[in-house]
């Protein structure tokens, strides 16, 4: 009798634990989001998905089929990308959070400019994603 490996993709099992607890934070995150205009929600939303789909399925599938945000994170996890409502939403977003950290809240130079790059890294991942149509 021949076992069967998992795929490729799964996590070992004494990870799976980690995975939960950083779905459950980053689903908290999201959430707070919601209600706070600077914390953004789809970026933690779509990290939660990335951890419950290492950790817990049936949390995956609840995630991906949420009435409000499971297109989203469906089209995001297939390949289809963002709607360009989310995209514009974030960029500009990410250009205030980082613009504020750079110029309130870091002082050192080499620390601005960390910052900087950081931030420019960021906005440009979101802008390459695929746009997904209405």
């Not at 996590?11 to 914390?39: H, K, M, T």
């Not at 989310?86 to 910052?115: C, D, E, G, N, R």
């Amino acid at each position: 009798m021949e076992m069967q490996q998992a795929p490729e993709s799964a996590p070992p099992r004494w990870l799976r634990p980690f995975y939960l607890v950083a779905g459950v934070f980053f689903l908290g995150l999201g959430a707070i989001g919601l209600f706070l205009p600077l914390i953004p929600t789809t970026g933690p939303l779509l990290l939660a998905a990335f951890f419950f789909g290492r950790s817990s399925t049936r949390l995956h599938r609840w995630l991906t089929t949420h009435p409000r945000f499971g297109r989203l994170i469906a089209d995001f996890e297939t390949g289809k990308g963002l709607p360009l409502s989310t995209k514009v939403i974030a960029v500009v977003m990410m250009a205030a959070a980082f613009s504020y950290s750079i110029f309130a809240v870091v002082s050192h130079p080499a620390l601005q400019a960390l910052v900087a790059v950081v931030g420019v890294g960021a906005i440009a991942f979101v802008l390459r994603l695929p746009t997904a149509p209405r």
